[in-house]
């Protein structure tokens, strides 16, 4: 099985199986930096695992609101109309945290926390800090992830 490796430092997602890197792209992590306490804003770090995929056969650039399509593909002019709103786009990797204590269970619970991997618009940054604590991608990138990998997928976050 392929595993995801996240470095909040350099801003890189990698997708590795074995001694073989099947994907290096660029993210964007919190803004806030890293962190686990609930309401932190700030990306967790540790071993998670992709605990649900959602938004397989979705259109890219669909609108995700509750972990939901609302039935909206994100355009500027969309964008313009709604301004300052924190677009989920194209497909969700829910994370869950696996050490209890540091990103599992009480007030720093990646998955209570709603931590995903997830698309945003193009003209968002990539390889800088400027997300509320989850990991944003690029949509074509993110749609080759999400056919990539299962759930269960071992997920690493350093920084």
């Known amino acids: 099985m392929a595993e995801i490796s996240i470095d909040i430092a350099t801003q890189r997602l990698r997708l590795i199986k074995g001694d073989e ?7 964007s992590t919190a803004k806030n930096g890293a962190g686990e306490t609930m309401g932190s804003e700030c990306t967790p770090r540790g071993r998670h695992i992709i605990r649900a995929k959602i938004g397989d056969g979705c259109e890219p650039n669909a609108v995700f609101v509750g972990r939901r399509p609302t039935g909206e593909i994100y355009t500027p002019e969309l964008d313009a109309e709604q301004p300052g709103r924190d677009w989920v786009l194209s497909r969700i990797l829910w994370l869950s945290g696996c050490e209890v204590g540091k990103n599992r269970l009480g007030n720093v619970d990646s998955m209570r926390r709603y931590i995903y991997i997830h698309g945003t618009p193009d003209s968002e940054p990539m390889g800088e800090p400027a997300s509320h ?27």
């Open 133 to 159: 604590g989850c990991i944003r991608m690029r949509n074509d990138e993110l749609v080759e992830l999400f056919g990539r990998v299962e759930i269960g997928t071992p997920v690493l976050i350093n920084g």
């Open 21 to 27: 890197v099947l994907m290096d792209v660029a993210i």
